[in-house]
């Protein structure tokens, strides 16, 4: 069964959550009156937080945790896993060491995303190798404590490498990656970078772990000109079985956001 998921976050602000940190209680009480199941959890660091407090919140309101995204640290505090500097590349590994016990307490994936950017030219050989090696000691963590990866395919015009559904498996085999490394396949990214839709979700087959929506300019579902519901239909036809979790802009406006999520999700519910 797909699950839904939306952006929250719970100490800096982002543009793709509707509430900011201070509202977070009132983004737990929206998801739960509009229907979704989870919250996908945007987590920068553990300072002053106690992951035991967000379950009991999350608990409150029967909601789970779909995953938590890591982004947030590569424009705050420069971490990156393909950083030129090897300390930088060591506290991007002891940052995600820190979502990985998070997640399992929470029982949520751990996105890579932006944190795979890199500051210096590679090959495409070349980016997927140090990434490997990067990611291998997290790989291991998650493994032990029951945690999956999600790695992000992102655009050409926001990552060096790795863009699309095929790249995505290319790096799998590359790296012969165990099954608690997934994909996170976000439509906005594929509708650049991904010539079919239906073609990319069959590619990516058990692979796929976690799914993004957003329009084709970034905008809530509706706003833009991708097919959401046939997409949501090729999900299900595949019998996908994670997330299909809002990531999106709050345009038009964020008051779009809070009041059409619940019909949105109502009506993919019935296709």
């Known amino acids: 069964m797909i699950t839904f998921s939306a952006t929250l976050t ?21 998801l739960a009156q509009s229907g979704f199941d989870a919250a996908e959890l945007c987590i920068n660091d553990y300072e002053g937080m106690e992951v035991s407090w967000l379950k009991k919140r999350l608990d409150d309101y029967r909601l ?23 300390a930088v590349v060591l506290r991007t590994q002891r940052r995600l060491a820190e979502h990985i016990d998070a997640a399992a307490q929470l029982s949520s994936h751990v996105t890579i995303g932006s944190l795979r950017a890199t500051d210096r030219v590679l ?16 790989v291991e963590q998650a493994k032990r404590c029951g945690v999956t990866l999600v790695l992000e395919a992102l655009n050409r015009y926001e990552i060096a490498h790795l863009h699309s559904a095929a790249d995505m498996m290319a790096f799998m085999s590359f790296c012969d990656a165990p099954e608690n490394v997934g994909v ?6 594929a509708n650049i970078e991904d010539r079919d839709f239906t073609d990319a979700i069959a590619l990516l087959g058990s692979r796929l772990r976690h799914v993004h929506f957003a329009d ?28 299909v979790s809002l990531e999106c802009l709050c345009q038009p406006s964020t008051a779009t956001l809070i009041e059409e999520a619940g019909p949105l999700i109502d009506r993919l519910r019935r296709l």
């Open 64 to 86: 789970g945790c779909t995953t938590i995204a890591t982004g947030q640290a590569r424009k705050r505090d420069g971490l990156s896993l393909l950083s030129s500097d090897r």
């Open 123 to 138: 090959s495409k050989t070349e980016y997927m190798h140090a990434l490997a090696e990067a990611m291998a000691p997290c």
């Open 216 to 243: 084709s300019n970034r905008a809530f579902p509706g706003y833009g000109h991708l097919p959401i519901d046939d997409i949501y239909l090729a999900l299900k036809a595949a019998n996908y079985q994670g997330a």
């Open 10 to 30: 719970c100490r800096y602000e982002t543009l793709f959550s509707p509430f900011t940190p201070q509202d977070f209680e009132q983004g737990l009480a929206w």
């Open 184 to 189: 996170l396949w976000d439509i906005f990214h």
